[in-house]
């Protein structure tokens, strides 16, 4: 072809495809990894896949609303189009700058995606889009069009169609077809058909005006007013049905100003600042909710250290269970729940298997307390942004109007990591200290993904039903003040009460209040450490870029963006260590001394070194926590530290070491009283029995009426038998203000010390993916690779036994005796061959082979399709045909 010659237009998809280089084609993979599971043999395999209704359908929730837009466009537009038919429906009669200069980024996104293919001269959307998106009676189109002249006069008889040429004052025609050409014409003309609407009655206007925006379709009676009689005379409304009148798509388009969109929206609302904050003071703020995410993860698991709640028999918390850890970690039950799922992502929780299943702290999380601090936030961070299980949803009802537990199934949404992403993305793209306003985050993940945005309670995409659904731009919108669902309707409904179609709004509102609980921001903006866990290229996507063509016009602010690629392993790794890196100067320091004062309390200024802490929780009870801890010590409290084997002068000593003051008198004797009595009664089993070398202490047990219960006898003057359990004799002795002792058999004192319950080892939780993951380079390389060569094999023109070449898409068919001949002829002569090969599993493939040694049965070649050598079994090539001598 020379230079000047003009490219020979694709006629399909494939051979749209075929034109590609292989960055295009690594981009529509990259961009649609469906298409690739598993790879495909050729390019009109690709080609096929790419149309089927599933996967058009995902990609069409991928695009963004101007993009969808175009699409829709396009689906009411003729087919094929030209760009400036397309620009006349987007931009009106009247033009759009904005509109103009987005239009080529938006088609080009349909392009790259393979929705559209074809020149500016004509443009076709893929049948399947067009289906999808189209209008028809039983689903009218997004854009609130209705169906041509033509489609809508389908079934009308001819003689009524030559009275509506004549109505309009057209002249008749010999033919339908010609009549439905000249109404068509008319419609479209926009100086005649002002001339004919200039003499139409008022009220005849005021029904266009309704109908004009959508839905198009309207009811009429057997005997229609004079209004509805002037519209119908002249095709101005069609009958469809019984009963039912359309507006045809010319006429609408006519009186939209050959709009097809109410409200083109070429950019992405820009998400507004509520207020700003000096980066220091979020930063401080952030690192403040991160050290108490620490302690309160902490504290769950501590309380769940012996054993937590058990496992319901459908799997997950029991109501009053949550209701329980919600009142043990002080925060509501929704906090409480977010918190559980945390742990659970993390891989600190899990059920322990069991016959009596309950959850309990994994192997894990011994680990994780060894770690610093800032490491330990890190994996929380990390296990929050990658989980799909959503704490929100805790609570709510499924599709079967179960109610949705913590730690139970149902909780998987996969849109959940990407729209945490994508929040903090948009955060780290405003200026450090800048807090957005929810309303206009949630709106900017809208026109990102506005068909993303309606999910079921199951979590089934629903996109799938709204691309038919008839549902005009101004009632999807949930955020546009027209639209039927309003945004502070929405808002108002709260988290119980949102329309469950609009999770992705309601994700986004989680996620930033996650991220503030979690210590990812501060006071609403994205703190430095919350900045780097993203990565280094979080928000290079909202940086001025250089597009091409006339997407140049496009102010900054307004081009549509470019998600950020998830980071790998090693990338996450570094960006998690330097988020660490970052936190670990602002989290205040461990202290190993406390504040002792006269009231028995002992205050703790900040964060305690482990050891301490776990030893104040057993000598003191947490009386209030904040910016400092408060313990009080009581008999009960020290007699647990007694119990737990420590002697008064271990409990001194300990308190002398780690207070900034003298021990107080009053702390002192109250440790030395509940020592002195401690152990002075003994308790065994006979069934039980208490013993005391002071038999005056014992009369006094039998005296009091509250031992009734135990019903105590003595056996001799230093032993009472009780018919109760040792653990019920402990605490009624304990009750009635006793300090006894548990003994074992042989008289020894036993110690009781906390058993720390643990899982086997558990994994954390694998995120539900949303559909198949994207694909790494080295995979795109290698499955463009096996397309390419799988297409050459196909399409390559072969050379048939004395026939002209030709081109085929069977596999080709020869006798045993002419493979080995041709195949051995090959081998001298260095030639390739196109052969078609059946593998063990009974597959059939093309390839193109070029053979190097033929012996034994088997044939040895380099193979062009896997592009590395290969060795077949003769018995397996059903046959052999040599390729155009321009070929190879």
């Not at 002068?649 to 009595?677: C, N």
């Not at 090969?837 to 380099?862: D, H, K, L, M």
Request: with cysteine; net charge negative; aromatic share 4%.
């Amino acid at each position: 072809m020379s230079s000047d010659e003009k490219p020979v237009a694709p006629r399909s998809l494939a051979e749209a495809l075929r034109a590609r280089d292989d960055a295009s084609l690594a981009v529509l993979l990259r961009s649609r990894p469906d298409l690739i599971t598993p790879v495909p043999t050729d390019l009109t395999q690709l080609a096929t896949r790419a149309g089927t209704r599933a996967s058009v359908v995902r990609a069409l929730e991928r695009l963004d609303r101007f993009a969808l837009q175009t699409a829709q466009a396009l689906a009411v537009a003729a087919d094929p189009a030209t760009y400036e038919e397309l620009l006349g429906l987007m931009a009106g009669d009247e033009g759009d700058p904005l509109v103009a200069a987005a239009l080529p980024r938006a088609l080009g996104t349909l392009r790259e995606q393979a929705l559209v293919w074809g020149d500016d001269e004509r443009l076709r959307l893929v049948r399947t889009a067009r289906e999808l998106l189209a209008p028809s009676p039983q689903h009218p189109s997004p854009t609130g069009l209705g169906p041509t002249v033509q489609e809508a006069s389908a079934g009308m008889s001819p003689g009524r169609v030559q009275e509506l040429v004549t109505a309009v004052g057209l002249p008749s025609t010999h033919d339908s077809v010609s009549a439905v050409a000249a109404l068509t014409a008319l419609f479209t003309d926009r100086a005649r058909m002002a001339a004919l609407l200039v003499g139409a009655p008022a009220e005849s206007l005021e029904v266009l005006e309704r109908l004009v925006w959508g839905p198009p379709y309207g009811q009429v009676t057997a005997t229609p007013a004079p209004r509805l009689r002037w519209l119908l005379d002249r095709g101005l409304l069609l009958p469809t049905a019984p009963g039912t009148v359309v507006l045809p798509r010319e006429v609408a388009l006519h009186m939209r100003g050959g709009r097809a969109h109410r409200l083109p929206e070429p950019v992405p609302p820009p998400v507004e600042v509520a207020a700003t904050h000096r980066p220091q003071v979020v930063d401080a703020t952030a690192a403040g909710q991160a050290y108490t995410a620490l302690a309160t993860v902490e504290e769950l698991l501590k309380d769940w250290d012996e054993g937590g709640p058990a496992v319901l028999r459908a799997g997950g918390l029991s109501v009053r269970d949550l209701k329980r850890t919600a009142v043990a970690l002080d925060v509501s039950e929704p906090v409480a729940a977010f918190w559980v799922e945390l742990a659970y992502a993390a891989g600190l929780v899990a059920s322990d298997g069991e016959a009596d299943e309950r959850y309990a702290a994994t192997p894990a999380y011994d680990e994780w307390l060894e770690q610093p601090a800032a490491q330990r936030w890190t994996r929380l961070a990390e296990a929050w942004l990658a989980a799909t299980r959503t704490a929100g949803l805790v609570g709510g009802r499924d599709a079967k109007e179960r109610t949705l537990a913590a730690l139970g199934p149902g909780l998987d949404r996969s849109a959940a990591p990407e729209v945490r992403h994508r929040v903090l993305s948009l955060l780290a793209g405003l200026p450090e200290g800048a807090a957005p306003t929810a309303e206009s985050v949630q709106a900017r993940l809208w026109w990102e993904r506005p068909l993303r945005g309606r999910q079921d309670g199951g979590g089934r995409d629903a996109a799938r039903d709204s691309l038919q659904g008839g549902v005009t731009d101004s009632a999807r919108d949930p955020y546009r003040d027209g639209g039927t669902g309003g945004r502070d309707a929405g808002r108002a409904a709260g988290q119980g009460g949102m329309r469950d179609d609009d999770l992705r709004a309601r994700l986004a509102q989680w996620a930033l209040a996650e991220a503030e609980l979690l210590g990812v921001t501060g006071r609403g903006a994205l703190s430095a450490h919350g900045r780097a866990l993203l990565g280094a290229g979080a928000a290079a996507h909202l940086a001025d870029e250089e597009p091409e063509g006339p997407g140049d016009k496009l102010p900054v602010h307004h081009r549509p963006p470019t998600a950020p690629e998830p980071l790998s392993p090693g990338e996450q790794a570094v960006a998690s260590a330097t988020a660490a890196r970052l936190l670990a100067p602002l989290l205040p320091e461990p202290l190993d001394q406390v504040l002792l004062q006269a009231d028995l309390t002992a205050v703790a200024p900040g964060p305690l070194q482990r050891p301490l802490a776990d030893m104040l929780d057993v000598l003191a009870d947490v009386e209030s926590k904040g910016g400092a801890t408060v313990y009080r010590f009581t008999p009960a409290s020290v007699r647990r530290a007694l119990d737990a084997g420590r002697s008064a002068s271990d409990l001194h000593a300990f308190l002398a070491e780690h207070s900034r003051t003298p021990v107080p008198q009053p702390l002192a004797y109250l440790i030395d009283d509940v020592a002195r009595r401690h152990g002075r009664l003994r308790v065994g089993a006979a069934s039980a029995y208490v013993r005391c070398d002071d038999d005056a202490l014992l009369g006094e047990i039998l005296a009091d009426k509250r031992t009734a219960g135990l019903r105590l006898r003595r056996l001799a003057p230093t032993v009472l038998a009780a018919q109760a359990d040792p653990a019920a004799l402990l605490e009624g002795l304990r009750a009635m203000g006793f300090a006894p002792a548990a003994e074992s058999a042989e008289g020894d004192v036993l110690i009781t010390r906390a058993h720390a319950h643990r899982t086997p080892p558990r994994t954390a939780p694998e995120p539900v993916p949303d559909g198949p993951p994207a694909p790494d380079a080295t995979l795109l390389t290698a499955a463009i690779r096996a397309i390419r060569a799988g297409d050459l094999a196909s399409t390559a023109p072969r050379k048939p036994a004395g026939t002209a070449p030709v081109t085929g898409g069977e596999l080709p068919r020869t006798s045993s005796a002419d493979t080995l001949a041709t195949m051995q002829a090959a081998v001298l002569t260095g030639q390739a061959l196109w052969i078609g090969y059946v593998n063990a599993e009974g597959t059939a493939s093309q390839r193109v082979i070029a053979p190097v040694r033929v012996e034994g049965g088997f044939v040895t070649a380099y193979d062009h399709t896997a592009d590395e050598v290969r060795t077949y079994p003769l018995h397996r090539i059903t046959g052999v045909a040599e390729l155009a001598d321009d070929q190879m």
